[in-house]
């Protein structure tokens, strides 16, 4: 039963046009980390383009280190609107296009529809965040930037961050069920966008899981992570997914 539902659920996700929508808005952040590199390490154009040089300059020194950390940094904050959708659109779809009620009825256990819809926006968002880290490692090879003897450990230090980003875009999928829609989940995800920036600009980053991401890239400076910061991220999603699956059989969809 799981395995047919899960290819329903990857049926639907890609008869829409999200998966390419998501993959364009992703790999802008490669292109864009590389563009700032490319500013940074030539005078002339960055003479040409005074203001955006003063914005590559914030990256630090032209190396694969400094391109890959952005990247990682672009996904702490950027992937939690482009995954967020993702799981938005997977759970609030069928009730803004009123499919609920046919898919309730189905002979399918309600816990099955919930774990295939969240595999899917699983995989798929690590496949973006998958696609962000090779484009990026392949610009930066083609930009000639040193330090390429550091790719394996960025590169998972990358894959973490993703995977932080993540599972605090789980909530959304509860949210999109509560709501009955997309409203709720994408007001939700502005809020807690803003409220991460600002506990992390007073120091508090470590303690607010939307926050984590970004004190590990060092966005907010260099900062020790306690191990409850990690945990504080596995909780918010294993909650979110129970509480999901809880919602779907429980509640009355109508």
Same mark, same amino acid.
């Given at each position: ?62 190396? &694969? *280190? /400094?391109? !890959?950390? #952005? %990247? =990682? ?6 992937? +939690? ?5 993702? $799981? ?79 599972? &605090? *875009? /789980?909530? !959304?999928? #509860? %949210? =999109? ?6 409203? +709720? ?5 502005? $809020? ?63």
């Amino acid at each position: 039963m799981f395995r047919i539902a899960l290819f329903i659920e990857a049926k639907k996700l890609f008869s829409s046009r999200i998966p390419l929508f998501t993959l364009l808005a992703s790999l802008l952040v490669p292109f864009l980390g590389a563009f700032f590199m490319l500013v940074l390490g030539d005078p002339l154009i960055a003479e040409r383009l005074g203001i955006v040089s003063l914005k590559a300059e914030l990256m630090g020194i032209v190396d &694969l *280190s /400094t391109y !890959l950390n #952005f %990247l =990682a940094q672009a996904i702490a904050i950027g992937g +939690l609107i482009i995954f967020g959708f993702v $799981f938005t659109w997977i759970f609030g779809r069928e009730y803004v296009e009123q499919t609920i009620d046919d898919l309730l009825a189905l002979p399918v256990s309600r816990s099955v529809i919930v774990l295939a819809k969240f595999t899917i926006a699983f995989l798929w968002c690590f496949c973006l965040a998958l696609a962000v880290l090779i484009i990026g490692i392949f610009l930066g090879k083609l930009l000639a930037l040193p330090g390429g003897d550091i790719i394996k450990k960025i590169g998972l230090d990358f894959l973490l961050v993703a995977s932080f980003t993540i599972l &605090l *875009s /789980t909530p !959304l999928a #509860f %949210l =999109a069920c509560w709501g009955k829609g997309y409203l +709720l989940p994408l007001g939700f995800m502005i $809020f807690t966008l803003v409220l991460a920036q600002v506990i992390t600009a007073i120091g508090y980053g470590a303690y607010f899981p939307w926050s984590v991401g970004a004190v590990f890239t060092g966005l907010a400076g260099e900062a020790a992570l306690p191990h409850f910061s990690f945990f504080s991220v596995l909780f918010t999603g294993l909650l979110a997914l129970g509480g999901t699956i809880f919602w779907w059989r429980t509640v009355d969809h109508g």
